[in-house]
């Protein structure tokens, strides 16, 4: 099913509404000589499942060694020590915010209207008709200013701030965050780059070519993820922006984007890292979807959540899932209908194939910080 549906999202992706923003880079997924079994392990199996789909098995190129990465991104400058994985030649990447900021103009002009801004446009409440014994019918939403907005039919797409409004969906999607930092670059150093594929150093982190606007060059460490349950359990990405906690990348996190770019970009290697963020997703144990009618609402409340990280490449598609809920009634695909079940407590770094290392919390991280600040004082 996902094979399938990444497939219609990329021809999606392809069409005059969202083709400015996809970029076919092709794709590089590759472990270290020093990666560890799961990783490795991962990669093997991802590369024979993808070999054995008729949709994507001409585009596949196994790489093992330095010489094969390079002749697909010949930018790559650095040992590779004992790099090998495989060339996905249909994928890429599409630029988000540019992405966002090009259907946001499409649908205003279309007449659709949207409520923005730090009060108005952040809603703080679902609103409920009480009536039924059984059942609350969501009526719409209130937002920070105070004011009231009633729908027949409300649909919660909040990532990973979901559960701030729906408790109960907590307890099966956590918002769970990992580290996001750049590179400045200059003008030549991005046309060096320009065209590199987007490449997922497993047992590392990821990057893709440089935004040519702000010459800004992503880089991301891939790990368990990093968490900030609450009270209850309820994992939540923190509201209170003073201090700012969210501002920064663990220490460990810059070891292993250190360690990526002396393998891959040694001349980078030592560059300060800039706009350093982490960044908040929408998990759930399984990486499913959760695209369903939340229980008990009489089906007038949609939550559409638990991307895990992936559920941008889908934005194209995404849509279309929802109104075929809203016209079946039912959610069809099984894997993506509501659950009731409780995965706080089970340990979901060892549950999800491609994760590696432990998951680590906050509140840890920022204290980790602080000692580190003090230290240097």
């Known amino acids: 099913m996902l094979t399938k549906a990444v497939k219609e999202a990329i021809e999606a992706w392809k069409t005059p509404l969202f083709g400015p923003y996809f ?36 585009k596949i190129t196994p790489l093992n060694g330095a010489k094969e990465f390079r002749d697909f991104a010949w930018q790559f400058s650095g040992p590779l020590n004992g790099f090998q994985g495989y060339h996905n030649r249909l994928a890429g990447y599409a630029h988000s915010s540019n992405a966002l900021h090009g259907i946001w103009l499409h649908l205003a002009a279309k007449g659709v209207k949207f409520v923005l801004g730090e009060r108005r446009g952040r809603v703080e409440q679902l609103l409920y008709d009480n009536t039924s014994s059984t059942e609350r019918r969501c009526i719409g939403v209130k937002t920070a200013d105070g004011q009231s907005y009633h729908a027949n039919t409300t649909i919660c797409a909040l990532g990973a701030h979901a559960a701030s409004l729906l408790p109960s969906l907590g307890r099966f999607v956590m918002a ?32 893709f070519e440089p935004d040519p606007e702000t010459r800004l060059f992503k880089l991301c460490p891939l790990g368990a993820g990093y968490t900030n349950p609450q009270e209850s359990g309820v994992s939540l990405p923190p509201i209170d922006r003073l201090p700012q906690p969210q501002d920064f990348i663990p220490a460990a996190d810059e070891r292993k984007l250190r360690k990526l770019l002396q393998e891959v970009f040694p001349w980078m290697a030592d560059r300060p890292l800039v706009e350093q963020r982490l960044c908040w997703f929408a998990d759930t144990i399984d990486s499913d979807f959760c695209i369903d009618f939340v229980p008990e609402s009489n089906k007038s ?11 941008f490449k889908m934005m194209p598609t995404l849509g279309k899932w929802v109104v075929n809920l809203l016209t079946a009634g039912t959610q069809t695909e099984s894997r993506w209908r509501w659950k009731d079940v409780d995965t706080r407590s089970l340990d979901w770094a060892k549950a999800v194939s491609w994760r590696i290392g432990e998951t680590r919390e906050l509140k840890d991280l920022i204290s980790d910080k602080k000692r580190q600040e003090q230290a240097r004082l």
């Open 23 to 58: 970029h076919q880079t092709g794709y590089i997924v590759a472990t270290t000589g020093a990666a560890p079994p799961k990783a490795i392990h991962h990669l093997q199996a991802a590369l024979e499942t993808i070999q054995a789909n008729p949709v994507f098995k001409s």
């Open 176 to 207: 769970r965050c990992w580290s996001v930092a750049h590179i400045q670059l200059t003008a030549s150093e991005v046309d060096l780059l320009r065209g590199l594929p987007t490449t997922n150093v497993r047992d590392l982190g990821f990057f």
């Open 301 to 311: 409340l949609v939550v559409l959540s638990g991307d895990s990280g992936h559920g």
